[in-house]
């Protein structure tokens, strides 16, 4: 068994791409239901349309990279209004069935053969990023996301994070947009306005009783959160294809661990969670197929690289029965209003 | 009569490719390789696809795509009925034709049940988009091409919504029914669905193929004691330490993912069949047919629903049930023993949701490890629309969800046909949350 191999790719982890995409989203996460008390359940759905956004904007309006960007952010703004408007007055958990709905069907469009030149249905798009990366269709041409980089080509950095410009350059975005996001939100929930979403979350009618705009403030949350969460699926467009089976319910219910297991109600709590998360999920991805390989497991290494899947689900209940708040969270904050 | 057509067009269809590919070779001097499953592997752009029948691979069959500018490339099908031809262009519409003449004896082309229309059998247009890939399956199986009439077509898919509803209804009253006593949203529901679906799948295996009804018998009793399980396990302990409605539901969401991928990791991520997911289709009149699976289906559906209403109405468990979901306070001091009934609750939705689940894998076909979540919002759309926590509505509801999807793929494309069924759902929270049968106080 090769312990050194897996604890060096379980490290490498902690700077993955999908580990910043799902902070970003878990970020989304925790102003949306940590600081504001929305119950969202269409998380994949926000970060479907940032993704597709992004990759339809350059493959069929043929904008640049940066611009395209901006079509994924501004659609989940708009899917944020069309939900918001409608079903912020709904009571929490009919609020989580609605946004699962609603993320189910923008999957299911973007799945549909109805749709295949724009959205390539089951396949997906690829080769938006441009030449130079691990995504080598050169559709986009010269000017894609790769070439952006004004790294030059090479290896750098050390073991176990020995890895090309393409990896430094999407770690460093990443890094930048995680780091303004972290700040942004940060400012934004010690602010008034947070104070108002944090009042939202705990005694939505001792906040409207004292004038203010409840459905105002929830409709901002869900709007800010969704930007996060579409940022998120900028991420993992800028690493790799975009493909609608990613995007799945699973995927929310995902980040929802990450979240509580960091903390719902704190601004490091989805970078710590997101970064556990995937460490763990890594390692034991890696350690049970190894321990089946080498006989200490009583079945198949395919089977053994499930497991990890079922204690997701564990680790998740046990968290909201016995540490809601999570790692980082206060307990006096209370994260599940009754 | 069809059948002669058919040929022929066929016929005609086979002598312009075999053209198409004879000029292929005298102009471009392509060699065609013998048993391979790709051709062209330099070009940019993907053609690719697979030929199933019944979901089994079929091996060697010729496929043919000729496209603008004189392209024609021809390929076998792989032993996995895989074949994949690289092509010059993008944006471009590509026409793959699949020979008949080299499908095994006494099967054709039929409908690709993932479409919303008759697709023309052996010649389909590709239209390799901007992503430069494109994929086109072709489905093989018994009988031959032919039309169907209208009203024929309305017939069937009623019958086949009525069929689903009833299948979604199991499913959704014992959802209501726990939603109406504990007020959990059980996203667990969709692996209580699947679970009576892997255990009667299990049992097969272990007893064989002719001790099926056994199997199922077993399968529902065992869905019963999962329900028992789970509440003795979880639900009610979580009940004593009076946890949240909100935490209750992610606990849920928390569970649903383990025992999911627990099925997984022991069926695998493949389909499954039961014995008998391909008997005979009956023709009852037109071109309406119904297999006799189905028909037991729905027969049994009925007299379990029948049972289920009479034990709500008339039984003195039944009585006390519904008195809880109307007001949990008011039963208890009314001297109902609340934590029995809700036992029991688990108990009941848990063996009528396995049920459901065994008869999901008829209609589907196939067993999968997430079948269950496939439905799950449909299930949770019914159970809504018909005014969550009443059972009856449950019902209603789920016969016009299952007759709304069916019905809805005459006219949108069926990759798209739940999307009505959320339609509704979202529509129904917005404006009528309490449902069809709910009252208004229910609703916070």
Do not use: C
């Not at chain 1, 441009?130 to 986009?140: K, L, R």
């Not at chain 2, 209580?192 to 295996?205: D, P, R």
């Amino acid at each position: 068994m090769d312990v050194l191999g897996i604890l060096s790719s379980t490290a490498s982890f902690i700077l993955d791409p999908t580990t910043m995409a799902y902070a970003l989203a878990g970020l989304g996460l925790a102003v949306h239901f940590g600081f504001a008390g929305l119950l969202n359940m269409g998380m994949a759905g926000f970060m479907a349309l940032g993704a597709y956004g992004y990759a339809i904007g350059i493959l069929t309006f043929g904008l640049p990279w940066y611009l395209a960007a901006f079509v994924g952010i501004g659609a989940s703004i708009v899917f944020a209004l069309i939900l918001g408007i409608p079903t912020l007055r709904l009571r929490g958990d009919y609020l989580a069935i609605v946004t699962i709905a609603a993320a189910e069907i923008i999957r299911l469009f973007l799945l549909t053969s109805a749709f295949v030149d724009v959205t390539g249905s089951a396949d997906g798009l690829s080769g938006f990023n441009g030449p130079g990366g691990t995504v080598t269709n050169p559709i986009a041409g010269a000017g894609g996301f790769n070439d952006s980089n004004p790294i030059p080509d090479g290896e750098y950095g050390f073991p176990p994070f020995l890895d090309d410009e393409r990896t430094w350059y999407l770690r460093i975005v990443g890094g930048i947009i995680l780091a303004v996001g972290v700040y942004f939100v940060w400012r934004l929930v010690n602010s008034p306005w947070g104070r108002v979403i944090k009042g939202i979350r705990e005694d939505e009618e001792a906040v409207r009783s004292l004038g203010k705009n409840v459905f105002a403030y929830k409709m901002q949350a869900l709007i800010i959160g969704g930007v996060f969460g579409a940022l998120g699926g900028l991420m993992l467009a800028f690493s790799t294809n975009v493909n609608s089976g990613v995007y799945v319910t699973s995927l929310t219910f995902f980040l929802w661990t990450a979240l509580l297991l960091g903390g719902a109600a704190t601004v490091f709590g989805p970078l710590v969670g997101s970064a556990i998360f995937w460490v763990l999920q890594a390692f034991l991805g890696l350690l049970f197929p190894a321990l089946a390989k080498a006989g200490l497991l009583p079945f198949d290494s395919i089977q053994a690289a499930q497991i990890r899947f079922i204690l997701i689900g564990v680790a998740l209940v046990l968290l909201v029965v016995f540490r809601p708040q999570g790692i980082f969270g206060n307990k006096k904050e209370l994260t599940f209003v009754k | 009569m069809e059948l002669v057509a058919t040929t022929r067009r066929t016929m005609g269809r086979l002598f312009a490719a075999v053209g198409a590919v004879v000029l292929a070779f005298g102009v471009l001097g392509l060699a065609t390789p013998a048993h391979a499953d790709i051709v062209n592997p330099e070009m940019p752009f993907k053609v690719s696809g697979n030929v199933q029948n019944n979901g089994e691979p079929v091996a060697g069959v010729t496929i043919t795509v000729t496209g603008g500018g004189g392209f024609t490339a021809t390929v076998p099908s792989g032993e996995d009925g895989k074949f994949v031809v690289g092509v010059p262009e993008k944006n471009a519409d590509y026409t793959v034709t699949l020979d008949e003449t080299t499908l095994p004896d006494g099967i054709a082309v039929v409908d690709n049940p993932n479409t919303p229309d008759f697709v023309e059998g052996n010649v389909q247009t590709a239209s390799v988009g901007p992503g430069g890939r494109v994929a086109m399956n072709f489905f093989i199986g018994q009988g031959e091409r032919h039309t169907v009439a209208w009203i024929d077509q309305v017939v069937q898919r009623l019958i086949s919504g009525v069929n689903f509803g009833l299948m979604l209804a199991l499913a959704s009253v014992g959802l209501s029914l726990i939603y109406g006593t504990t007020g959990i949203s059980n996203f667990a529901h969709a692996e209580m669905v699947t679970f009576g679906a892997v255990a009667t799948f299990g049992l097969v295996h272990v007893f064989g193929d002719a001790a099926l009804p056994l199997a199922i018998g077993l399968a529902i009793a065992l869905s019963a004691g999962l329900g028992w399980a789970l509440d003795a396990g979880l639900w009610r302990p979580l009940r004593k330490r009076n946890t949240g409605l909100v935490q209750l539901m992610i606990v849920s969401i928390g569970l649903s993912l383990a025992i999911r991928y627990l099925y997984q990791f022991f069926i695998g991520g493949g389909t499954e069949q039961l014995p008998g997911a391909d008997s005979e289709k009956i023709q009852l009149f037109g071109e309406v047919s119904l297999s006799i699976v189905d028909m037991v289906s729905m027969g049994l559906s009925i007299l379990l629903i029948v049972a289920f209403a009479w034990w709500l109405t008339y039984t003195k468990v039944g009585k006390a049930t519904r008195a809880i979901s109307d007001n949990p306070s008011l039963a208890s001091a009314s001297g109902i023993d609340v934590d029995g009934v809700i036992r029991i609750v688990w108990i009941v939705g848990s063996l009528l949701a396995g049920f459901s689940g065994i008869l999901w894998a008829y209609f589907r076909p196939g067993i999968r490890w997430d079948m269950g979540g496939q439905i799950l919002l449909l299930i949770f759309a019914a159970t809504t629309l018909g005014g969550l926590g009443t059972a009856y509505g449950a019902l209603i509801g789920s016969l016009v969800v299952g007759i709304l999807v069916e019905g809805s793929s005459l006219f949108i494309p069926s990759d798209l046909k739940y999307v009505g069924a959320l339609v509704v759902l979202i529509g129904i929270l917005l404006f009528r949350p309490q449902g069809i049968l709910g009252r208004k106080e229910r609703v916070g």
